[in-house]
């Protein structure tokens, strides 16, 4: 059985520079769900901002957490977040599991429990974050499940939209045994071990051959040698399918295994139970395992994530370097690479660059605009790796996917610093962190936004290179390089999105003006960011209107042929479109105007891929003219796959 691994690594961090995106210092809520034998939710409101993680214990009998609408309570929202179902009969304690998210907006959330034995939520067992004080409050939503009709679930009982976790405790007490040692779990729930002394380990196993590890794969925490409680030691797996999971401890003092040391998710209640299975585990041979670990899960001590070596035993120097890691946040630019960073890019900026005796007025200016929009790509890349490893969007892709994503954003993080390194080495001013505004609420807009960046600087890398090739000769290796790399990055999200890897023979050259209005317009905060000891907007370049296209969305082959338009009423007179596809091409078609600030275009039909328009007053200018006729955008769109 295979296991993904796409599980938490830390609570959501955030830069404070950021809208749409987690807040600084989120606060965490918990909710307890039927707690005392009562129908209800306490708190049964609360008031949260962006960023905010709200977790739920469960007790007696079975309850859930759903989202629903105000307008249709006790009935899940489309898109919402549901948590399944967590029976328990411990009267004492709250379920091991829990279910956790985080809230992405300030909109009102509404929540019921859909358990129809009992009618819960038209009994009044419903819950608000952040509800109105007036209008649609919380009285108004219970009065309106009262009356609503027989609660519904998702059909497919599975945990959507936030972290169901189980945790497991590993030798409570010095006793040989996990607790909880025989769990029933849902497709997509994490299990969470953790360590207690003195020296345990978490071995996936079959049936038939307790005590020795699971052939052709399985998990392995490895041996975790402990000396104090709680250890801060965890390891994390996530169930996969609905086929029995056995476990055991591997150690062989004692013969923990064969003493009882072992555990199942989803044994059958017959035939091969978890007691057959301790019984079988009694009369195994000596228990062995896997030479590497960990496999098939995460292994973290203290939040850091332990990377797999070929040993059995946790080695505490693992701790440092792993690929798996995180970014917490946006380092000023200038800062160094760490060895964390380091191993999850796959190695430095370069230990030389040959530099020239000066640099160009026009090598430092665009280096400049490079760095503002690494600044802008780094915020989205950090803030949304983070959000995929905790909260409301793990799980939501493979391990790989995540894995590769926190590799773009080190990446990213390398390649700023091929900016910094070069203006500070001829003393020019370094461009800081800007404030921004993103409109992210889900991982959709999260991968739109980050392929909207990623294409936007491999346009101006190109306009770069371009432009410095004579000046600044020593530039081309260096951003060249970078170049390759942003166009490995933009083909992953592209296969994420459900293009080719590269629609089109070249990429788009966008003009840096340009550049600078498509992140003005769409993503930073106007004069917001720190240049030479001012805080401002970047000198030497042209802010134009924004450009608003929208057509209907393609699959496969289809192609998109025309474009609705929306930009300033004040533009008026002939207007064309300017269509930047692969590099070397500019092609125009007129604009149809349908009203004042409205309007249509046709997409010339040689085109594929994602390509750049641009609307102007004239047509037949160049590129390197075309800001002389641009009064509108950029604005991005996706045409084809070829």
């Not at 490079?370 to 959000?387: K, S, W, Y």
């Not at 970047?538 to 802010?543: C, D, E, I, R």
């Not at 641009?630 to 070829?642: E, F, H, I, L, R």
Request: hydrophobic fraction near 40%.
């Amino acid at each position: 059985m295979s296991f993904l691994s796409c599980v938490v690594l830390a609570l959501a961090v955030s830069v404070s520079s950021v809208a749409g995106f987690t807040a600084p210092d989120p606060t965490e809520f918990v909710v307890e769900v039927g707690q005392n034998g009562t129908l209800t939710f306490n708190p049964e409101t609360i008031v949260a901002a962006v960023g905010d993680i709200v977790t739920y214990n469960f007790h007696p009998k079975n309850h859930s957490v759903t989202q629903s609408s105000f307008q249709d309570p006790c009935h899940p929202l489309a898109g919402g977040f549901f948590s399944g179902f967590v029976p328990t009969q411990d009267l004492t304690n709250a379920s091991p599991t829990t279910f956790t998210i985080t809230v992405n907006d300030t909109k009102p959330i509404w929540v019921y429990c859909g358990q129809t034995v009992g009618n819960h939520c038209q009994s009044g067992m419903v819950h608000a974050i952040n509800a109105p004080t007036t209008g649609n409050t919380i009285d108004a939503f219970k009065n309106a499940a009262k009356t609503a009709s027989t609660s519904t679930s998702p059909p497919d009982g599975l945990p959507v939209g936030g972290l169901r976790k189980t945790s497991v405790i590993v030798s409570v007490n010095d006793a040989l045994a996990y607790t909880q040692n025989n769990l029933t779990s849902l497709v997509g729930e994490v299990i969470e071990f953790s360590f207690n002394p003195a020296n345990h380990s978490v071995v996936q196993s079959s049936f038939a051959d307790p005590c020795h590890p699971l052939a052709g794969g399985g998990f392995s925490s490895g041996f975790v040698p402990t000396a104090v409680s709680p250890s801060g030691a965890t390891f994390q797996i996530v169930v996969n399918d609905t086929k029995p999971i056995w476990f055991y401890c591997a150690q062989t003092k004692k013969t923990h295994c064969q003493a009882g040391m072992v555990g199942s998710i989803n044994a059958p209640t017959s035939g091969n139970t978890l007691d057959a299975f301790i019984a079988k585990a009694a009369t195994a041979s000596l228990s062995t395992i896997p030479p590497a670990a960990p496999i098939g899960g995460i292994l973290t001590v203290n939040g850091t994530v332990i990377a797999t070596t070929n040993s059995d035993v946790l080695n505490e120097s693992n701790t440092q370097g792993s690929a798996n890691s995180t970014i917490s946040s946006v380092p000023p630019p200038g800062t160094s690479i760490s060895p964390d960073v380091a191993t999850m890019a796959g190695g430095y900026q370069p230990s030389s660059y040959g530099w020239a005796n000066s640099i160009s007025d026009n090598a430092t200016s665009l280096l400049q605009l490079l760095l503002f929009v690494d600044n802008v790509l780094l915020e989205v890349l950090v803030n949304g790796h983070n959000n995929l490893t905790t909260g409301g969007w793990s799980n939501i892709y493979p391990e790989s996917i995540t894995d590769t994503i926190g590799s773009m954003t080190a990446q990213a993080l390398v390649h700023r610093s091929t900016s910094t390194d070069c203006l500070s080495h001829y003393q020019k001013p370094i461009v800081g962190i800007c404030n921004y505004n993103f409109a992210i609420s889900n991982v959709d807009e999260f991968v739109d936004i980050a392929l909207s960046l990623l294409l936007l600087e491999i346009g101006l890398l190109l306009d770069t290179i371009g432009t410095v090739v004579l000046s600044d000769p020593w530039l081309i290796g260096p951003l060249a390089s970078t170049l390759g790399s942003k166009s490995r990055m933009a083909g992953m999200v592209n296969m994420m999105q459900d293009h080719i890897v590269a629609a089109a023979p070249r990429e788009a050259m966008i003009p840096a003006d340009l550049v600078y209005s498509y992140a003005m317009n769409n993503y930073v905060v106007g004069n917001s960011c720190p240049v030479d000891g001012t805080t401002g907007d970047l000198s030497g370049y042209t802010v134009i209107p924004p450009l608003t296209v929208t057509y209907a969305s393609v699959t496969g082959t289809q192609r998109v042929t025309s474009v609705t338009l929306s930009f300033d009423a004040k533009i008026t007179g002939t207007l064309f479109m300017a269509w930047l596809g692969p590099w070397g091409g500019l092609e125009y078609t007129p604009v149809v105007s349908s009203s004042a600030g409205q309007g249509t275009a046709t997409v010339p039909t040689d085109l594929s891929g994602h390509v750049w328009g641009v609307l102007t007053s004239a047509s037949g200018s160049s590129v390197s003219d075309l800001m002389k006729v641009a009064v509108a955008g950029p604005a991005m769109v996706w045409v084809t796959n070829p």
